[in-house]
């Protein structure tokens, strides 16, 4: 599985982006798709996921009621709607697939990633 990450960039406090991640290869492996990120001197956080089939959809504290993921698999792309940015938001950002049904917020348990996109909030 190839994933491809874009529409990262900078922004405002408030403001909002939309990340995009497409995948492909062998996305029927897929069982889900996830998002996380990494501020400098930071470890790698989990942001959301959602399963590549039925939808279901679940997200970090910090971002929760803020962000929204949702999937296209006709388009194979899995979509992170970011709003109400603030500066913590500020971290590279990468897609990841995961192919098995455990452990979907373990950053160490995805099996393939994205090449990172770069959301920067500031004023």
């Known amino acids: 599985v190839q994933l491809q990450a874009s529409g990262g960039g900078m922004v405002q406090p408030g403001g909002s982006l939309k990340l995009s991640c497409a995948a492909s290869?062998?996305?029927?492996?897929?069982?889900?798709m996830g998002w996380f990120r990494q501020a400098p001197g930071k470890e790698r956080e989990y942001v959301a996921h959602?399963?590549?089939?039925?939808?279901?959809?679940h997200y970090g504290d910090s971002v929760q009621g803020r962000f929204s993921i949702s999937r296209d698999n006709v388009k194979n792309t899995v979509t992170l709607q970011m709003d109400s940015l603030n500066s913590g938001d500020t971290a590279v950002y990468y897609c990841?697939?995961?192919?098995?049904?455990?452990?979907?917020?373990?950053?160490?348990?995805?099996?393939?990633w994205g090449q990172g996109t770069q959301v920067t909030v500031s004023s």
């Open positions: 990841a697939a995961k192919t098995s049904s455990n452990w979907p917020m373990r950053a160490d348990l995805y099996n393939y």
């Open positions: 290869g062998r996305t029927r492996s897929i069982y889900f």
């Open positions: 959602i399963s590549w089939s039925g939808g279901f959809t």
